[in-house]
């Protein structure tokens, strides 16, 4: 797997590059962007109280014809102590080449290879029974058809 990179979106956001094989138009990625919780500062620390979403992962998922780059939205979660992903489908966004029809799948379950891909990246494999984060899917549109 490669490794995360700065995003366009500036200092807290990283992308990664999720290589998914080939399709009819040739080599097929996608792309995870993240942004981290930042540690708690001392008052938070003295008065006792962590963040709230202290231990959730959230992954997003576009709509059609769409790619993440709601900056606010990351920040709500981050904020509250979440880890946000974001995903950039195939052939949207920061995962389109330049030899690829944007936004072209035969059928939207194709999607969930990305998808898998994503939870993979973010730690969470297989759908491990012993995995202490809580995950929250979020999507939009096309996003949440799955």
Do not use: C, N
Not at 91 to 118: C, F, H, M, N
Request: aromatic residues 12%; charged residues 25%; proline residues 4%.
């Amino acid at each position: 797997m490669a490794d995360w990179i700065p995003d366009v979106l500036g200092d807290e956001f990283e992308q990664l590059t999720l290589d998914l094989g080939a399709d009819e138009q040739g080599p097929v990625m996608a792309t995870l962007v993240r942004a981290l919780p930042v540690e708690p500062g001392w008052w938070e620390h003295v008065r006792g109280r962590g963040p709230l979403l202290e231990g959730v992962d959230v992954l997003y998922v576009h709509g059609w014809s769409d790619y993440f780059f709601q900056k606010r939205l990351a920040r709500f979660w981050t904020s509250r102590g979440a880890r946000f992903y974001a995903l950039d489908l195939r052939k949207y966004g920061r995962s389109l080449r330049e030899w690829q029809t944007p936004g072209y799948v035969a059928d939207l379950a194709t999607y969930d290879e990305d998808i898998a891909a994503a939870l993979e990246a973010m730690g969470r494999a297989g759908g491990e029974s012993l995995q202490t984060r809580r995950l929250v899917l979020l999507g939009h549109s096309t996003g949440g058809s799955h």
